[in-house]
Nanobody, 122 residues
Framework: QVQLVESGGGLVQPGGSLRVSCKAS????????MGWNRQTPGKQREWVAT???????MYADSVKGRFTISRDNAKNTVYLQMNSLKPADTAVYYC????????????????WGQGTQVTVSS
């Protein structure tokens, strides 16, 4: 019902900035929240940030003050602006959405994008 496609990412030097994007598409869905998780090879996926349908943003302590999550309703897109990047931020960043059928009661489902690579050099 919901498809998520990430874009952006790439190679950046420590202290630099990068913005990754996640576009949602589909039909008959209402999104409750969207967020970003990241994963380094050999490690479990780590939560980074979430923004609710009401616009409330939440961040992991490791990125608080450096990352900003935002929405663009006209483009059906969620962004993660990453500033003051550190080598520890290197990971594949995955977009996540919690959504339900617009015309049903309850029934939230979780959706994941394919991820985009962010590499912060030494």
């Amino acid at each position: 019902q919901v498809q998520l496609v990430e874009s952006g990412g790439g190679l950046v030097q420590p202290g630099g900035s990068l913005r990754v994007s996640c576009k949602a598409s589909g039909s008959r869905f209402t999104i409750s929240s969207m967020g970003w998780n990241r994963q380094t090879p050999g490690k479990q996926r780590e939560w980074v940030a979430t923004i609710t349908s009401g616009g409330t943003a939440m961040y992991a302590d490791s990125v608080k003050g450096r990352f900003t999550i935002s929405r663009d309703n006209a483009k059906n897109t969620v962004y993660l602006q990453m500033n003051s990047l550190k080598p520890a931020d290197t990971a594949v960043y995955y977009c996540k959405a919690v959504a339900r059928d617009t015309y049903s009661s309850g029934g939230d489902s979780h959706y994941w994008g394919q991820g985009t690579q962010v590499t912060v050099s030494s």
